[in-house]
């Protein structure tokens, strides 16, 4: 059996060191998303986050500059964490189903990541309008990024003819966000359950949105032909 080198434990070490470090930047960042979430920006102290990720406060500054960076990298990690949590799902969606039932997917999706899996989502949501624009300016450059998977969705939807004629849909577009959104403002568990949640608001963009011949639920692309039209969504 061949010896191990004696360089190998320094290796290790090293690596053992640096991914201590990484968790400890993690530990970090889940503390400053659960008390952004609950206390919003004005109301976020380093002492709280620290306290939360059960180390001292000075310990933070090794990893981030100051409360502004940490607080940054929360609010495009909750923007830019929820959009690849989507894409994952969508990308799971067998070809069959249809552009409008592509839709009630991301609708279940983005509520399941925003009210269950992440406070880095909550946190983004509510305190979007709150912190300075130089704060915020990635975070709106991830927010474009995943705005543009819905814009996908609904041209998708539209083009098998599947939406109401009647409306503009970039207007139809923020709307549905803004009101998934404004859920994090309001639910809990004592106002229902997510499942509920989930089912009443796929039913209202379904009948919101959707053309009355539009089809049930797991409607088919077959059959369909596509359409062009000038309505507003690009690509």
Same mark, same amino acid.
Do not use: C
């Given at each position: 059996?061949?010896?191990?080198? $004696? ?20 530990? *970090? ?25 059960? !180390?001292? &406060?000075?310990? *933070?500054?090794?990893?981030? @500059?100051? #409360? ?16 690849? =949590? ?8 067998? /070809? ?14 983005? !509520?399941? =990541?925003? !009210? ?11 305190? /979007? ?6 704060? $915020?300016? $990635? ?10 998977? +819905? ?23 923020? !709307? *549905?966000? @803004?009101?998934?959104?404004? &859920?994090?403002? +309001?639910?809990?568990?004592? #106002? @229902?359950?997510?499942?509920?949640? *989930? ?7 379904? =009948? ?6 539009? @089809?049930?639920?797991?409607?088919? #692309?077959?059959?369909? /032909?596509?359409? =062009?039209?000038? #309505?507003?969504?690009?690509?």
């Amino acid at each position: 059996m061949a010896r191990k080198s $004696r360089a190998q434990p320094v290796a290790d070490d090293a690596q053992s060191a640096e991914s201590k470090s990484a968790r400890t930047r993690q530990r *970090i960042l889940d503390a400053a998303a659960h008390v952004l979430s609950v206390k919003g920006y004005s109301g976020t102290r380093l002492s709280d986050v620290a306290e939360y990720a059960e !180390l001292q &406060a000075p310990a *933070i500054y090794y990893y981030f @500059g100051s #409360r502004e960076d940490l607080i940054e990298e929360v609010m495009w990690s909750g923007v830019a964490e929820m959009r690849r =949590h989507v894409e994952e799902v969508l990308e799971q969606v067998s /070809s069959d189903v249809s552009p409008l039932d592509r839709i009630l997917v991301a609708v279940e999706a983005h !509520l399941r =990541h925003e !009210l269950e899996l992440s406070d880095y989502a909550t946190a983004a949501i509510r305190n /979007s309008g709150q912190v300075p624009d130089h704060i $915020r300016a $990635r975070q709106m450059a991830e927010d474009a990024n995943y705005g543009a998977i +819905w814009r996908r969705l609904i041209k998708d939807a539209d083009a098998e003819k599947q939406l109401r004629t009647d409306m503009d849909l970039p207007i139809a577009q923020m !709307l *549905i966000m @803004g009101s998934l959104n404004w &859920a994090a403002e +309001w639910w809990t568990p004592r #106002r @229902g359950s997510l499942e509920t949640v *989930i089912r009443t608001a796929q039913s209202m963009i379904r =009948h919101g949105i959707g053309a009355p011949d539009a @089809g049930s639920e797991h409607t088919t #692309r077959r059959n369909r /032909s596509p359409r =062009h039209t000038g #309505r507003g969504v690009k690509a």
